[in-house]
Protein backbone atom coordinates (compact mmCIF):
# COMPACT_ATOMS: atom_id res chain seq x y z
CA UNK A 1 0.00 0.00 0.00
CA UNK A 2 1.37 3.57 -0.54
CA UNK A 3 2.30 5.87 1.89
CA UNK A 4 1.74 9.63 2.48
CA UNK A 5 3.79 11.99 3.95
CA UNK A 6 2.72 15.38 5.31
CA UNK A 7 4.23 18.09 7.22
CA UNK A 8 2.50 17.27 10.81
CA UNK A 9 1.72 21.21 11.68
CA UNK A 10 0.85 24.22 9.24
CA UNK A 11 -0.80 27.56 10.25
CA UNK A 12 -2.60 30.61 8.01
CA UNK A 13 -3.83 33.87 8.78
CA UNK A 14 -8.14 33.62 8.54
CA UNK A 15 -9.18 35.25 5.01
CA UNK A 16 -6.09 33.63 3.24
CA UNK A 17 -5.62 30.64 1.12
CA UNK A 18 -4.34 27.25 3.32
CA UNK A 19 -2.27 25.13 1.17
CA UNK A 20 -1.37 21.48 2.85
CA UNK A 21 1.08 19.00 0.88
CA UNK A 22 1.37 15.58 0.72
CA UNK A 23 3.60 13.07 -0.79
CA UNK A 24 2.65 9.76 -2.11
CA UNK A 25 5.50 8.90 -4.48
CA UNK A 26 4.78 4.99 -4.17
CA UNK A 27 1.27 5.59 -5.56
CA UNK A 28 -0.09 2.82 -7.45
CA UNK A 29 -1.91 4.13 -11.09
CA UNK A 30 -5.55 2.55 -10.12
CA UNK A 31 -5.19 4.29 -6.40
CA UNK A 32 -7.17 7.45 -5.36
CA UNK A 33 -6.10 10.19 -3.12
CA UNK A 34 -8.87 11.51 -0.68
CA UNK A 35 -8.64 14.12 1.75
CA UNK A 36 -10.35 14.07 4.90
CA UNK A 37 -10.45 16.14 8.51
CA UNK A 38 -10.59 15.66 11.95
CA UNK A 39 -12.06 18.60 14.35
CA UNK A 40 -11.20 18.01 17.80
CA UNK A 41 -13.82 14.86 19.74
CA UNK A 42 -15.27 14.57 16.49
CA UNK A 43 -15.12 11.48 13.21
CA UNK A 44 -13.28 12.63 9.88
CA UNK A 45 -15.60 14.49 7.85
CA UNK A 46 -14.43 13.60 3.62
CA UNK A 47 -13.44 16.75 1.78
CA UNK A 48 -12.68 15.79 -1.34
CA UNK A 49 -10.77 12.96 -3.51
CA UNK A 50 -9.22 11.89 -7.16
CA UNK A 51 -7.24 10.26 -9.30
CA UNK A 52 -5.10 12.29 -11.47
CA UNK A 53 -7.26 15.18 -12.94
CA UNK A 54 -7.95 18.18 -10.44
CA UNK A 55 -11.05 18.32 -8.26
CA UNK A 56 -12.89 21.47 -6.83
CA UNK A 57 -15.76 21.09 -4.73
CA UNK A 58 -17.54 23.11 -2.54
CA UNK A 59 -14.77 23.05 0.47
CA UNK A 60 -11.98 22.82 -1.50
CA UNK A 61 -9.63 22.21 -4.50
CA UNK A 62 -7.32 19.13 -4.63
CA UNK A 63 -4.47 19.38 -6.93
CA UNK A 64 -2.60 16.40 -8.26
CA UNK A 65 0.82 16.40 -9.66
CA UNK A 66 1.19 15.40 -13.39
CA UNK A 67 3.27 12.05 -12.00
CA UNK A 68 0.93 11.40 -8.84
CA UNK A 69 3.84 11.69 -6.73
CA UNK A 70 2.25 14.37 -4.69
CA UNK A 71 -0.93 16.55 -4.57
CA UNK A 72 -1.80 20.00 -2.39
CA UNK A 73 -5.44 20.37 -0.80
CA UNK A 74 -6.25 23.92 -1.19
CA UNK A 75 -9.15 26.00 1.30
CA UNK A 76 -9.69 29.07 -0.48
CA UNK A 77 -10.51 31.02 1.97
CA UNK A 78 -9.72 29.77 5.65
CA UNK A 79 -11.95 30.35 8.17
CA UNK A 80 -11.48 29.61 12.15
CA UNK A 81 -13.60 26.64 11.71
CA UNK A 82 -11.27 24.96 9.10
CA UNK A 83 -8.63 24.47 12.50
CA UNK A 84 -8.24 20.33 12.59
CA UNK A 85 -6.27 17.88 11.38
CA UNK A 86 -6.00 17.21 7.81
CA UNK A 87 -5.28 13.55 6.63
CA UNK A 88 -4.09 12.66 3.14
CA UNK A 89 -4.47 9.15 2.57
CA UNK A 90 -4.59 6.94 -0.37
CA UNK A 91 -7.13 4.19 -0.28
CA UNK A 92 -5.77 1.16 -0.22
CA UNK A 93 -6.81 -2.23 -1.52
CA UNK A 94 -5.89 -5.39 0.03
CA UNK A 95 -8.47 -8.37 -1.60
CA UNK A 96 -11.80 -6.65 -2.20
CA UNK A 97 -11.13 -4.02 1.06
CA UNK A 98 -11.18 -0.74 0.29
CA UNK A 99 -9.81 0.24 3.87
CA UNK A 100 -8.70 3.96 4.38
CA UNK A 101 -5.31 4.06 6.33
CA UNK A 102 -4.60 7.19 8.18
CA UNK A 103 -1.14 8.55 9.05
CA UNK A 104 -0.02 11.30 11.39
CA UNK A 105 -2.04 14.43 8.94
CA UNK A 106 -1.09 17.72 9.07
CA UNK A 107 -2.36 19.82 12.45
CA UNK A 108 -3.82 23.06 10.51
CA UNK A 109 -4.46 26.47 12.76
CA UNK A 110 -5.78 29.22 10.94
CA UNK A 111 -5.13 32.51 13.19
CA UNK A 112 -7.65 35.36 13.45
CA UNK B 1 -31.04 7.79 8.05
CA UNK B 2 -29.22 10.98 6.98
CA UNK B 3 -25.54 10.13 8.76
CA UNK B 4 -23.91 7.27 10.32
CA UNK B 5 -25.47 7.11 13.74
CA UNK B 6 -23.73 5.12 16.68
CA UNK B 7 -24.37 4.69 20.22
CA UNK B 8 -24.31 4.76 22.97
CA UNK B 9 -22.17 7.89 22.29
CA UNK B 10 -20.20 7.79 25.64
CA UNK B 11 -19.61 4.46 27.88
CA UNK B 12 -18.05 4.06 30.77
CA UNK B 13 -17.20 0.05 31.91
CA UNK B 14 -15.48 -1.56 34.63
CA UNK B 15 -12.27 -3.59 34.11
CA UNK B 16 -13.35 -7.12 32.76
CA UNK B 17 -17.08 -6.24 31.65
CA UNK B 18 -18.41 -7.22 27.60
CA UNK B 19 -19.15 -3.70 25.93
CA UNK B 20 -21.36 -3.71 22.77
CA UNK B 21 -20.82 -0.60 20.38
CA UNK B 22 -23.84 -0.16 17.70
CA UNK B 23 -23.26 1.56 14.56
CA UNK B 24 -26.23 2.51 11.83
CA UNK B 25 -24.88 3.55 8.74
CA UNK B 26 -26.33 4.64 5.98
CA UNK B 27 -28.76 3.37 4.17
CA UNK B 28 -28.04 1.78 1.30
CA UNK B 29 -24.36 1.96 2.20
CA UNK B 30 -23.13 -1.49 1.88
CA UNK B 31 -19.37 -1.42 2.62
CA UNK B 32 -18.80 -0.83 6.97
CA UNK B 33 -15.55 0.22 8.65
CA UNK B 34 -14.90 -0.17 12.55
CA UNK B 35 -11.86 2.02 13.17
CA UNK B 36 -10.44 3.13 16.68
CA UNK B 37 -8.36 5.93 18.17
CA UNK B 38 -6.94 6.16 21.30
CA UNK B 39 -5.81 9.56 23.14
CA UNK B 40 -3.87 12.14 21.44
CA UNK B 41 -3.37 8.81 18.64
CA UNK B 42 -4.38 8.57 14.74
CA UNK B 43 -7.19 6.42 13.54
CA UNK B 44 -6.51 2.76 13.61
CA UNK B 45 -8.90 0.31 11.33
CA UNK B 46 -10.31 -3.00 12.85
CA UNK B 47 -12.87 -4.41 10.27
CA UNK B 48 -14.71 -4.01 7.14
CA UNK B 49 -17.61 -5.46 6.40
CA UNK B 50 -19.63 -5.71 2.91
CA UNK B 51 -22.85 -6.63 2.91
CA UNK B 52 -23.01 -9.00 6.11
CA UNK B 53 -19.48 -10.62 5.41
CA UNK B 54 -16.01 -9.30 6.86
CA UNK B 55 -13.58 -9.93 4.27
CA UNK B 56 -10.67 -7.99 6.21
CA UNK B 57 -10.32 -8.68 10.21
CA UNK B 58 -6.79 -7.93 10.42
CA UNK B 59 -7.07 -4.76 12.70
CA UNK B 60 -8.91 -6.12 15.90
CA UNK B 61 -6.33 -6.28 18.22
CA UNK B 62 -7.57 -9.67 19.81
CA UNK B 63 -9.70 -12.42 20.33
CA UNK B 64 -11.86 -10.32 23.16
CA UNK B 65 -13.12 -8.17 19.97
CA UNK B 66 -15.57 -9.23 17.61
CA UNK B 67 -17.83 -7.19 15.21
CA UNK B 68 -20.94 -8.60 13.28
CA UNK B 69 -23.34 -6.85 10.69
CA UNK B 70 -26.80 -8.01 10.35
CA UNK B 71 -29.39 -7.74 7.08
CA UNK B 72 -26.26 -5.40 5.26
CA UNK B 73 -27.11 -2.77 7.77
CA UNK B 74 -26.14 -1.99 11.41
CA UNK B 75 -23.10 -3.68 12.84
CA UNK B 76 -22.02 -4.45 16.72
CA UNK B 77 -18.58 -4.28 17.76
CA UNK B 78 -18.38 -6.29 20.64
CA UNK B 79 -15.65 -6.32 23.43
CA UNK B 80 -15.16 -9.53 26.44
CA UNK B 81 -13.35 -8.94 28.83
CA UNK B 82 -12.44 -5.63 29.10
CA UNK B 83 -9.33 -3.93 29.98
CA UNK B 84 -8.04 -0.20 30.36
CA UNK B 85 -6.26 -0.36 27.06
CA UNK B 86 -9.49 -0.67 25.22
CA UNK B 87 -10.35 3.26 26.14
CA UNK B 88 -10.64 4.87 22.79
CA UNK B 89 -12.77 6.09 20.88
CA UNK B 90 -14.42 3.69 18.77
CA UNK B 91 -15.39 4.90 14.84
CA UNK B 92 -17.67 3.71 12.43
CA UNK B 93 -18.24 4.55 8.75
CA UNK B 94 -19.97 3.58 6.44
CA UNK B 95 -20.05 4.17 2.12
CA UNK B 96 -21.34 3.31 -1.40
CA UNK B 97 -17.52 2.31 -2.67
CA UNK B 98 -18.48 5.26 -5.45
CA UNK B 99 -16.86 8.16 -2.95
CA UNK B 100 -16.16 9.56 0.27
CA UNK B 101 -16.94 6.96 3.53
CA UNK B 102 -19.16 9.09 6.29
CA UNK B 103 -17.83 9.10 9.33
CA UNK B 104 -20.40 8.87 12.63
CA UNK B 105 -19.38 10.83 15.79
CA UNK B 106 -17.98 7.63 17.63
CA UNK B 107 -18.67 6.29 20.66
CA UNK B 108 -16.37 7.09 23.62
CA UNK B 109 -15.51 4.06 25.62
CA UNK B 110 -13.72 3.88 29.26
CA UNK B 111 -12.35 1.28 31.10
CA UNK B 112 -12.23 1.97 34.60
Known amino acids: DAKTTQPPSMDCAEGRAANLPCNHS???????VYWYRQIHSQGPQYIIH???NNETNEMASLIITEDRKSSTLILPHATLRDTAVYYC?????????????FGSGTRLLVRP | GAGVSQSPSNKVTEKGKDVELRCDPI?????LYWYRQSLGQGLEFLIY????????KSGLPSDRFSAERTGGSVSTLTIQRTQQEDSAVYLC??????????FGSGTRLTVV
Open chain 2, 27 to 31: SGHTA
Open chain 1, 26 to 32: TISGNEY
Open chain 1, 50 to 52: GLK
Open chain 2, 93 to 102: ASTALAGGYT
Open chain 1, 89 to 101: IVRARMDSSYKLI
Open chain 2, 49 to 56: FQGNSAPD
